[in-house]
């Protein structure tokens, strides 16, 4: 997949077929409208291409920091998640728009001309249903197919029911995180919800009583971190290895309580160093809530519980 951030060297490509949205989390949903995109790039012999936008809209079009009410944002996938998604699902172009307050002035007729046309040189658009685009949202699939001739390209909605007979949503999907809720927001997804980090040093009170982590400070600050507790996850190491996993999310209350909350996750059967290196998490199953143990001989017990309650998740893993 060709990567281009700036429109400006974006290659006109005459007979594309396009989907545009912003993809948080690439759900069964998004998923529909790729797989139709991928169909109709083939029945046209054209390339396919996804637009997207970052940094988030809601970023740009926040209310101001004196507003009473702080904004709540938790992205489902950082930019490079969904850029390695996309990859993934078979695109040919992803075309990343940079999201500022002056392109979110255009209006539909500017956005149509200067992006989808002269830009993308669109032959035919996918979207989802309801989709909307332009200054105030003002543009639809009515008034693209009203003037499709005019335009020189048609479009296509996939309908509502083919979206809503998954039930899926990503506010569905990020409730169920907040929930610790794993294998719900997982069926919405369609694969294990992923955390990815850098492993930085911690206090290594992990090793003292032979379980070590490798503490992960997760690099996108917008990303939705699940609700506290511990959890089995696959784990992928910067070299490309899978390893069965355990992780934690919490404040560790019985070694080091009221501290600020941390990733840490520990690789069964693994002896190595991670340090300054990414690691990848795929969570499967919430093991339990985080708790408060006497001592540290009452959590390495523990720790050996939710080791063996990792791998009876993780079987085939």
Known sequence: MQVFRDPAQFPHLGNA???????????????????????????????????????????????????????????LSSLEERIAQLADFGIDYLLIVPFTREFAQLTSEEYIQQILLDTVGTRKLV?????????NREGSFEYLSQNADRYGMSVEEIPREDVDAVAVSSTRIRRALLAGDVLTANRYLGYSYPLTGTVVRGRQLGRTIGFPTA???????????????????????AAGTHHQAMLNIGVRPTVAGNLDQTVETHLLDF??????????????????NEQKFDGLDALKAQLAQDAEAARQHLVGG
């Open 17 to 75: 077929s396009v989907t545009t949205g912003t993809f948080d989390g690439l759900h069964l949903g998004h998923q529909k409208i790729l797989k139709r995109l991928l169909e109709v790039a083939r029945q046209t012999g054209g390339p396919s291409v996804v637009i997207t936008y970052w940094p988030h809209p809601r970023l740009v079009l926040a209310p101001p920091p004196t507003h009473p009410q702080p904004m709540d944002l938790h992205l």
């Open 127 to 135: 979207i989802g249903y309801d989709h909307r685009f332009g200054k």
């Open 215 to 237: 503490n992960m400070r997760v690099e996108e600050p917008l990303k939705l971190v699940p609700a506290r507790g511990v959890y089995a996850v696959m784990a992928t190491t």
């Open 271 to 288: 002896d190595g160093d991670l340090y300054d290196q990414p690691l990848t998490v795929q969570l499967v199953a919430r093991l339990r």
